[in-house]
Nanobody, 115 residues
Framework: QVQLVESGGGLVQAGGSLRLSCAVS????????MGWYRQAPGKQREWVAT???????NYAHPVKGRFTISRDNAKNMVYLQMNNLKPEDTAVYYC?????????WGQGTQVTVSS
């Protein structure tokens, strides 16, 4: 069974950095796209960043230039390095993996940025 477990969230001051990790228990070859999403209180879940098996990455406009998604396929890990954090980045961050075999989500990790 595929499970995604996020870690690395916490409380940080504005301007600070955090690195989120997503451990994928079993990654079927068909799950070739990994991404990060977030949901702030009272708002809909939104896409943050994506990494494909081909090596391409894409970022939502609010985080471009500040966040970096990376993956270690050998370790079945996905990371989100977040720099220059802003209070508006406060949200629960979710890891997602999807492909022809399914669509999988983690339980989320809280990131709180104080001003």
């Amino acid at each position: 069974q595929v499970q995604l477990v996020e870690s690395g969230g916490g409380l940080v001051q504005a301007g600070g950095s955090l690195r989120l990790s997503c451990a994928v228990s079993v990654r079927p070859p068909s799950i070739n796209t990994m991404g990060w999403y977030r949901q702030a209180p009272g708002k809909q879940r939104e896409w943050v960043a994506t990494s494909t098996s081909g090596g391409s990455t894409n970022y939502a406009h609010p985080v471009k230039g500040r966040f970096t998604i990376s993956r270690d396929n050998a370790k079945n890990m996905v990371y989100l390095q977040m720099n220059n954090l802003k209070p508006e980045d406060t949200a629960v961050y979710y890891c997602r993996g999807w492909g022809t075999s399914g669509d999988y989500w983690g339980q989320g990790t809280q990131v709180t940025v104080s001003s």
